[in-house]
């Protein structure tokens, strides 16, 4: 069983040991340390970040992030979401030896149900970048009902995904 818990004392060690295999490197642009702490200085500055451990019956697997805010950026200045609130996915991996489970497809699913319940304000979409060359995010994303918008930005595709009801 997969759940979605607060990372705290108990915990932090374990995701920040957290590393994916050698050949998923390049599509991980940061470290879990490092998403915590760009989790903490974001709330810090009035942007609600929520990062999360991943749990499969009490091990800890993986590591999420997701934050709330406008997109606002210059680069979708021309798009219809420009402006609008969104939840954004920083940041979301399996351990290496966890992966090839189902964990990180069940994670993301379970973290989409928690921003349906729309836990930091309204919002019409949800949003994330992908390596462009990383073909299992792409699908695993697609399988969400994402859509790529064609925004490139660091060889990252931004793919977005209205929220229900909105």
Same mark, same amino acid.
């Given at each position: !069983?997969?759940?979605? %818990?607060?990372?705290?004392?108990?915990?932090?060690?374990?995701?920040?040991? /957290? &590393?994916? +295999? &050698?050949?998923?490197?390049? @599509?991980?642009?940061?470290?879990? /340390? %490092?998403?915590?702490?760009?989790?903490? $200085?974001?709330?810090?500055?009035?942007?609600?970040?929520?990062?999360?451990?991943?749990?499969?019956?009490?091990?800890?697997?993986?590591?999420?992030?997701?934050?709330?805010?406008?997109?606002?950026?210059?680069? @979708?200045?021309? &798009?219809?979401?420009?402006?609008?609130?969104?939840?954004?996915?920083?940041?979301?991996?399996?351990?290496?030896?966890?992966?090839?489970?189902?964990?990180?497809? /069940? #994670?993301?699913?379970? $973290?989409?149900?928690?921003? &349906?319940? $729309?836990?930091?304000?309204? #919002? +019409?979409?949800?949003?994330?970048?992908?390596?462009?060359?990383?073909?299992?995010?792409?699908?695993?994303?697609?399988?969400?009902? @994402?859509?790529?918008?064609?925004?490139?930005?660091?060889?990252? !595709? /931004? #793919?977005?995904?209205?929220?229900?009801?909105?």
């Amino acid at each position: !069983m997969i759940e979605l %818990r607060k990372i705290n004392g108990n915990n932090i060690d374990e995701i920040i040991a /957290l &590393e994916v +295999e &050698e050949n998923q490197k390049d @599509f991980i642009e940061t470290t879990n /340390l %490092r998403s915590f702490a760009d989790a903490h $200085m974001l709330n810090a500055d009035g942007i609600p970040a929520t990062p999360l451990a991943v749990y499969a019956d009490e091990v800890v697997v993986g590591f999420l992030m997701y934050i709330y805010d406008t997109l606002d950026h210059e680069s @979708f200045a021309n &798009e219809v979401f420009y402006g609008k609130k969104s939840y954004f996915i920083w940041h979301i991996m399996i351990g290496k030896g966890h992966q090839g489970k189902g964990y990180g497809k /069940l #994670a993301f699913e379970k $973290m989409l149900m928690d921003i &349906e319940t $729309m836990p930091d304000g309204e #919002a +019409e979409y949800v949003t994330l970048f992908y390596q462009t060359n990383n073909i299992i995010a792409k699908t695993l994303y697609a399988s969400f009902d @994402f859509v790529d918008t064609g925004i490139i930005q660091d060889h990252s !595709m /931004l #793919a977005i995904k209205k929220l229900e009801g909105k």
